[in-house]
């Protein structure tokens, strides 16, 4: 029990929040592909413009912080959270009215 605690406050989730400009051709392309690589560092889609990226410590957090913080576009607004499994989990999800689960944290293979 008390392991499962500890991993609680351990392990990480990195919540990367974007408001781009999209109001030109040009604009679009640079949403499109600034989305296009935080999906390929491994986050997901949370809601429009809330990604979500499980990692297994803070140091593994801070490797994909600093990748979002490289590809950052010159313009608009984005904002990096990095909060633990255990503050992840006391989150409320509603659909309308309807209380629905958090999303589970990805199955990870541990090798000694």
Known sequence: MDFERLNAYRIMWVIVMFDLPTETKAQRKIYAKFRKQILDDGF?????????????SRENADVHIQRVKKIL??????????ITDKQFGMMEIFRGKELIDAPLAPQQLELF
């Open 44 to 56: 997901s889609m949370f809601q429009f413009s809330l990604y979500i990226r499980h990692c297994s």
């Open 73 to 82: 576009p010159a313009k608009g607004h984005v904002g990096i959270l990095n």
